[in-house]
C-alpha cells in the first residue's frame, strides 16, 4: 500500500546511529525520529498493522509532548529523564500513566522485537517466512508484556507480511544481498541503543513500570 518506494529502511535505522553519545547517554530526540521512520515503514506496510502503529503513534507522541513542554531540557537524554521524573518520588512515577520512563520502556521492549526480527530476517534462508520470523521474535520478547487477545490480534497480524524476498525488497535498500548487507551495519546501533537503555533501566529498577 502507499508510501512504498518513497523512503529507504536505510535511513530509518541510520537514525538510531545518533542515539548514543561517545559517553553513551541516550538522546531522545534521534531516537524519536527513528521511531516516526519505522512507524512510516509499518503503515506502508498495509492496514492490518494500524492497531499497531497506532499505539506506537501515541507513544511517541507522548515523548514529543515531554520534550516539547516546559520541562522540555529534563527530556534531551534518558539519563536527565530518569533523574527527573524519579526526583519526584519512585510512588508518584509509578501512578503516572504518561511517564517518559513508562513510555520508553513501552519502546524499549518493541525495540527488542525489532533487533530480533531483523536478525532473523538478515540471517534467514531466501524461503523463510517473514510471518514465522516475527512470530519467533515477538514470542520471545515482547509477547510476554501483552494480554493474550493483543497476542492475538499481533499473531494474525504477522500472517500479512509478505515473504522475505518481498519483504527485503519494500525496505527500499537495493537487492537482497544489499539488504541484509545494510542490517548487518545497521543492528549494532540499534542494540546499542537497547543495552544503554536496559543498563540504565536496571540501575533504577524501572523495568517493570506498570
Ligand atoms: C513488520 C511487522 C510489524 C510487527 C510489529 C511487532 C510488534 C507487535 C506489537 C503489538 C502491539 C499491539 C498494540 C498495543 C499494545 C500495547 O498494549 C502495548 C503496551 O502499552 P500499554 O498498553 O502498556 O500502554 N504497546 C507496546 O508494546 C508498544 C508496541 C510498539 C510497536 C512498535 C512496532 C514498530 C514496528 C516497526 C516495523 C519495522
Keep these: 500500500m502507499a508510501a512504498a518506494g ?48 497506532k499505539d506506537a503513534v501515541a507513544k511517541v507522541q507522548i515523548m514529543e509532548r515531554h520534550r516539547r513542554g516546559e520541562q522540555g531540557q ?32 513501552r519502546l524499549h521492549r518493541a525495540l527488542l522485537w525489532l533487533q530480533l526480527f531483523l536478525e532473523g530476517l538478515r540471517t534467514g534462508h531466501r524461503d523463510s517466512r517473514t510471518s514465522t520470523i516475527c512470530t519467533d521474535s515477538y514470542n520471545a520478547s ?37 539488504a541484509v548487507d545494510m542490517l548487518g551495519e545497521a543492528i549494532p546501533y540499534i542494540q546499542s541503543v537497547y543495552g544503554i537503555t536496559q543498563e540504565l533501566f536496571a540501575q533504577h529498577s524501572l523495568l517493570d513500570l506498570p
Design 6 to 53: 518513497a523512503f529507504s529502511l536505510r535511513e530509518v535505522l541510520d537514525a538510531f546511529r545518533g542515539c548514543v553519545t561517545e559517553r553513551r547517554e541516550g538522546l531522545l530526540e534521534p531516537c524519536l525520529s527513528g521511531w516516526w521512520g519505522l512507524i512510516r515503514f509499518l503503515q506502508s506496510l498495509g492496514a492490518v498493522f494500524g492497531f499497531i502503529s
Design 74 to 105: 529534563h527530556y534531551e537524554s534518558l539519563q536527565s529523564m530518569v533523574e527527573f521524573e524519579l526526583s519526584r518520588g519512585p510512588a508518584e512515577l509509578r501512578g503516572r500513566p504518561d511517564s517518559g520512563c513508562r513510555t520508553v520502556l
Design 142 to 178: 515482547l509477547a510476554k508484556h501483552h494480554p493474550w487477545v493483543v497476542r492475538k490480534a499481533a499473531t494474525l497480524a504477522f500472517c500479512a507480511l509478505p515473504s522475505r524476498d518481498a519483504f527485503l525488497e519494500v525496505m527500499n535498500v537495493g537487492p537482497p544481498e544489499q
